[in-house]
Structure formats: structure tokens, C-alpha cells
């Protein structure tokens, strides 16, 4: 309770946990429900899909080497972030007037601008703002993991609440992402404690603010590519994280809606599935790392893939809805195994190279 007090009487911390629960609200409601308007609202077939995902993993990584670059160069300053969430207000009107009308007419041509549009704005942004909070709480004194907590709160309730929007009207659930948008921006404008001096002196860490004013060079970071255990880890998640967001993200939605009578009932249920899971992965943030002190990284890895094997190979033997959420309740479990212990890793390797 002492520590809670401590957290919420530090502005930096109240700022940054609110920066990331409007983010991923206004992420969530819409993108948790991607595939599915793809397929069921706009017909396209598994193999468009997977185009369009092509196209947005491919922009989003090279945008992701430029947004890190640049927020390097602002340090704390959020004029990236602004930029960012300028573009997400304009998410209603973009799927609306130009991102359908443009896959329909010519569909590589559509994919390419609207991958364009999503990396800037949501897909690239999601690790800026991540990186921008994890600096500030070095900084200025707070438990990141806390902060970003608030984010996996807000795509739970986003996507709950998206559920039950896209049976009533499926644009509904991308003008309400740029509602949280609007406010976003409001609060990235005008709540900025970091050009208080008196705040800033009195919550600042000094050597920490050492560390993160040292911004690396080109050398030093090519130079990372000759660590072999950088080699492991980009392996590793190539062959078992990158398969099972291809599953997950294209295929797993459309699969569980049809064990319902009706497509409306299968999309809420969905909704609801969606996120029960996220609520347990905010949870799951604070235990898995006091189980991996445990079991030591290796085996928490294995047992994370152990899982995956487990929830994809038993998604073809189950034969009713009941099964198949129990199944579902093992996707947070791998999460945590193969996300947070590798983005944890990322965080030590950020630490020490990048800040």
C-alpha cells in the first residue's frame, strides 16, 4: 500500500500510466477485432489477409529502426509521440473513406498505403511509447512493469467493449479509437510534468539521468550483430513467437466464431475471450518473473513452447466451444513464457546499448 502511495503521488508515474492506458485502449478496440472485420465485414480471403499482415509487419519493422533512432535524439521529449497519435485521430475517417474504397479498387495498392498509415500510427508507435516509459521510470523513480500494466488494463476493456460495438456496427469500434485518440493527444499537450523544474528536481535520479543522455553511436550499434546470443534470441523467436502470431492474430479469430450458432454470438464471445486474456496477462506480468527466478530462463523457455505445441495442436481436436475456451486459457500462459522473457532480455539489452 506504502509503495502504491509512493507511485501515485509521483506525477511522472500518473502521467506515463495514463499516456499507456489511453494508447492501448484506442489500440485495442479496433485491432483486436482486425482480422475478423477483414474477413467476415469486407470478404477478404486467408491468403489477403496474410498479405495485408506482410505489409504491415514489413513497414512497422523498418519504421521501428526510425522511431527508435529519433527518440534517441529526443531523449524524453514526446514530439514523436504527438506526431504518432496526430495520426491515429484520423483512424475513423481513414477506414472509412479511403482504406476500404482503395482495397477495393486495387487491393496491393490499398494494402501497401494502409500498412503505411497503421505502422506510423499504431504498429511502430506501440515500442516507442513502451521505450519512452520504461526511460521515464529509470529516471524519474517508478516501477515501469507497474506503468505499462495499465496498458494490458485497457486492451482488456477495449476489447470487451469491441466485442459487443462490432456486432452493432463494425466501423463503430474505429471511430471510438479515434475518440481515445482525441484524448490522447489532449494529454500528451498538456500534462507534461518534465517541464516542471521544481517536479523534475524532485523526483529526478541523477546517475540515471547519466545513462539515458547516452545516446550510442552507428559503430557501437552495428556492433551488436556480432554477439552470437543476440543470434539466439532472434532464432528463437523466428521460429515459435512469429509462427504463433500468425496463428493467433490471422487465423485463431475466424476459427473460434464458428463453434457458435451465430456470427454475432461468436464475435462477442470472442470479444469477452479476448480480453479475460489480457486482464490475466496484466497479472501474469508480476508473477512470471518470480517464476522464471525459479526456473531458471532455459526451462521457462521450453515450458513455453511446450505450451504453444499444446493450445495450437489441440485447437484441431476439440469440437465445442466449452473446450475450446479452456484451450484459450493456455495462450496467456505462453505469452507470458515467450513474450515477456524475451522482451525482458530486450529491456537488459536496451539497458546497456541502446539508452
Wanted: glycine share 8%; net charge positive.
Amino acid at each position: 500500500m506504502s509503495n502504491f502511495k509512493k507511485y501515485t503521488a509521483n506525477p511522472f508515474y500518473m502521467s506515463n500510466s495514463l499516456m499507456i492506458l489511453l494508447f492501448f485502449t484506442g489500440w485495442g478496440i479496433w485491432w483486436s477485432f482486425f482480422q475478423i472485420w477483414l474477413t467476415t465485414k469486407q470478404g477478404f480471403s486467408g491468403t489477403q489477409v496474410g498479405t495485408i499482415y506482410s505489409f504491415n509487419s514489413a513497414i512497422t519493422l523498418i519504421l521501428m529502426f526510425v522511431y527508435g533512432s529519433l527518440q534517441d535524439k529526443l531523449g524524453i521529449k514526446k514530439n514523436l509521440l504527438i506526431f504518432c497519435v496526430s495520426c491515429e485521430v484520423f483512424l475513423g475517417p481513414f477506414f472509412t473513406w479511403v482504406y476500404v474504397p482503395l482495397l477495393k479498387s486495387n487491393f496491393i495498392v490499398g494494402a501497401l498505403i494502409g500498412s503505411i498509415y497503421l505502422s506510423v500510427a499504431f504498429l511502430a508507435a506501440s515500442p516507442t511509447f513502451e521505450a519512452l516509459a520504461e526511460r521515464m521510470s529509470r529516471r524519474f523513480g517508478f516501477e515501469y512493469g507497474q506503468a505499462r500494466a495499465w496498458g494490458s488494463f485497457g486492451y482488456a476493456v477495449a476489447a470487451l467493449i469491441a466485442g459487443f460495438m462490432f456486432t452493432l456496427n463494425a466501423y463503430l469500434i474505429f471511430w471510438i479509437g479515434s475518440v481515445f485518440s482525441i484524448v490522447l493527444l489532449l494529454v500528451l499537450l498538456f500534462i507534461k510534468p518534465e517541464n516542471d523544474t521544481v517536479i523534475v528536481t524532485k523526483y529526478e535520479s541523477k546517475s540515471n539521468n547519466q545513462d539515458v543522455n547516452n545516446s550510442p553511436s552507428l559503430l557501437e550499434i552495428l556492433s551488436v550483430f556480432k554477439m552470437p546470443d543476440l543470434w539466439k534470441i532472434v532464432i528463437f523467436i523466428s521460429m515459435s513467437w512469429t509462427f504463433y502470431t500468425v496463428f493467433d492474430q490471422q487465423m485463431f479469430p475466424e476459427f473460434f466464431t464458428t463453434f457458435f450458432g451465430t456470427e454475432t454470438a461468436g464475435q462477442q464471445a470472442y470479444g469477452v475471450l479476448n480480453s479475460l486474456e489480457v486482464f490475466l496477462e496484466s497479472i501474469m506480468m508480476g508473477i512470471i518473473p518470480i517464476m522464471m527466478r525459479k526456473t531458471g530462463v532455459r526451462k521457462s523457455l521450453l515450458i513455453g513452447l511446450v505450451i504453444m505445441v499444446l493450445r495450437i495442436g489441440g485447437c484441431g481436436l476439440v469440437y465445442q466451444s466449452l473446450s475450446f475456451y479452456m484451450l484459450q486459457k493456455l495462450q496467456f500462459l505462453f505469452l507470458q513464457c515467450s513474450v515477456i522473457l524475451p522482451y525482458t532480455l530486450i529491456r537488459v539489452f536496451r539497458r546497456h546499448f541502446i539508452w
